[in-house]
């Protein structure tokens, strides 16, 4: 008799040990423009503060940040996006892998339906200091409904973008530009989300001149 | 008359060789095999490099080979050498640790630590720059002095990676003030050197007798400036986006994080 019960109690305990190892959900982020190490570093840091965050990793050639988090907290797609975005970082793809095994993901809209027919060209210019920044101005560019392509250029710090005319008008292209972080045409970023911009990506210190 | 043309001949190639003597040229780029360098030592004649992105350090040879690889740091930043110790500052855990003959250590009674980018010791002297709080820790040799805050003006700090200590002063790499900033060991501002180059992230230093060199992360430059502040060189050759330097048996060594390519100049 004891013998069942002892084989009980360590199955009882394995399948619990079994549903707590289990209970973490994976997150799987892409995020694009990782190239300084001091900043990307420091993302990985700040989210290792996070109570409950396991297995914290960036891979800064390929812009693969990876975590666990428990399940029971039931964090969002829309949160983890937003807290990427938070800290300055501009996600491109996230996957989730629930406990359970369902899996969500979201490829963040980089073009819209913009009609080519009325389709313009114009140039705007848009402060920002490095390749960090150049993947969030033209993310934010990108995910304005009716833009077909943005490029910015980090030496003249001008954005090329393409956009339709009957859906959008520069003035608003560049205002999500600056809420996002980056002085557009003269539209001033908001001054937390620019505090809260990566150090790299400080355009306006005075100390900062060009080469 | 002759006389007149050898002298000017001759002032002319002492004027060329002077040049030629000044300018660091590229003599070999070492390979290196999946490794994102941050910082470099040399330790009893051998190059190590602290590899940031997969948390080790790497002992490698004259063509990049890795012959000792040490492992389960978090992201070692810009390394030093005292006497037979490498000193490794690891951002991901705010301490600073040590390997001596195989032996791994961590240093105690250091200050409170925020993402330690660099470490510096000139006998018993140590600099520690402190990224997240934008200060320096400066011990020397009996306390520790505390330099710095956040900000742009002088005596400020911006996020500081790398120190450096001579004789009289502590060089700051003040890297998103896009400057270097001199104090003197009473924790003193100085002076600010090449806040006229237009740096982008000055992530790097190395100070030389007569020389200081930055590394320009974001513009991929090295710039080798005098104590005086005036440049007297600027590579790009064979740069992509470096982040340590070092003079060892007269060529200079220049870390490439991005190429994964350690640059050996001479001259």
């Known amino acids: 008799m004891k013998k069942i019960i002892n084989s009980l109690l360590i199955s009882l305990l394995v399948v619990i040990t ?22 990307a570093y420091g993302l990985e840091k700040k989210f290792k503060e996070f109570k409950g965050i396991k297995k914290v990793q960036i891979e800064i050639q390929t812009g693969d ?23 300055g970082y501009t996600p491109k793809t996230a996957k989730i892998t629930r406990s359970n095994g369902a899996v969500e993901t979201l490829e ?7 009609d080519s027919d009325q389709l313009i060209t114009e140039t705007v210019h848009v402060k920002g200091n490095c390749q ?22 980090v030496e003249t710090k001008m954005l090329e973008v393409a956009f339709d005319r009957q859906q959008i008008s520069v003035k608003k292209i560049a205002k999500n530009i600056a809420l996002a972080g980056h002085d557009a045409a003269k539209i001033t970023a908001p ?21 | 008359m002759r006389l007149i043309i050898s002298c000017f001949l001759l002032s002319i190639v002492f004027v060329g060789c002077s040049k030629t003597k000044k300018d660091w040229q590229l003599k070999k780029e070492i390979k290196l095999d999946n490794v994102g360098p941050i910082g470099l030592v040399v330790l009893n004649d051998q190059l190590w490099l602290s590899d940031g992105d997969n948390n080790r350090l790497v002992q490698i040879n004259e063509d990049g080979k890795i012959e000792k690889e040490l492992v389960d740091f978090d992201r070692p930043m810009h390394i030093a050498v005292s006497e037979n110790t490498i000193l490794i500052p690891e951002y991901g855990r705010d301490t600073i640790s040590t390997y001596t003959g195989g032996k791994k250590a961590f240093l105690s009674d250091i200050p409170k630590l925020d993402a330690p980018a660099g470490v510096f010791t000139l006998g018993k002297e140590m600099a520690i720059a402190n990224f997240y709080s934008n200060t320096v820790h400066f011990f020397n040799g009996t306390s520790w002095l505390q330099i710095g805050a956040k900000g742009t003006t002088e005596g400020k700090f911006n996020y500081p990676t790398d120190v450096h ?19 003197d060991k009473s924790g003193q501002f100085v002076k600010v050197l090449g806040q006229n180059l237009g740096i982008n992230a000055a992530t790097g230093i190395y100070v030389a007798d007569k020389e200081l060199f930055i590394t320009d992360f974001e513009n991929s430059h090295v710039f080798v400036v005098s104590l005086e502040n005036e440049l007297i060189q600027e590579i790009t050759e064979a740069i992509k986006k470096p982040t340590d330097m070092l003079i060892y048996k007269e060529q200079l060594y220049v870390v490439n994080y991005k190429s994964g390519i350690v640059s050996v100049y001479e001259r």
Not at chain 1, 78 to 87: F, P, R, S
Not at chain 1, 108 to 114: F, H, K, L, Q, T
Not at chain 1, 134 to 143: G, H, M, Q, Y
Request: include cysteine.
């Open chain 1, 108 to 114: 963040v809209p980089v073009n819209s339906n913009a």
């Open chain 1, 65 to 87: 940040f990876k975590f666990e988090y428990p399940t029971e907290k039931q964090l969002t797609m829309d949160a983890v996006v937003n807290q990427v975005k938070k800290a």
């Open chain 1, 18 to 39: 079994a549903t707590a190892q289990k209970s973490m959900d994976e997150f799987q982020i892409q995020v694009d423009g990782l190239g300084c190490p001091f900043c």
């Open chain 2, 165 to 183: 200590i001579t004789k009289e002063f502590i060089f700051v790499a003040d890297a998103y003030n896009h400057r270097v900033q001199v104090f």
């Open chain 1, 191 to 211: 001054k937390e989300v620019y505090e809260a911009l990566p150090v790299c990506c400080y355009y306006n210190n005075p100390n900062l001149k060009s080469h």
């Open chain 1, 132 to 153: 960090m920044c150049k993947a969030r101005i033209e993310s934010a560019a990108l995910s304005t409904k009716g833009v077909q392509k943005a490029f910015w250029n």
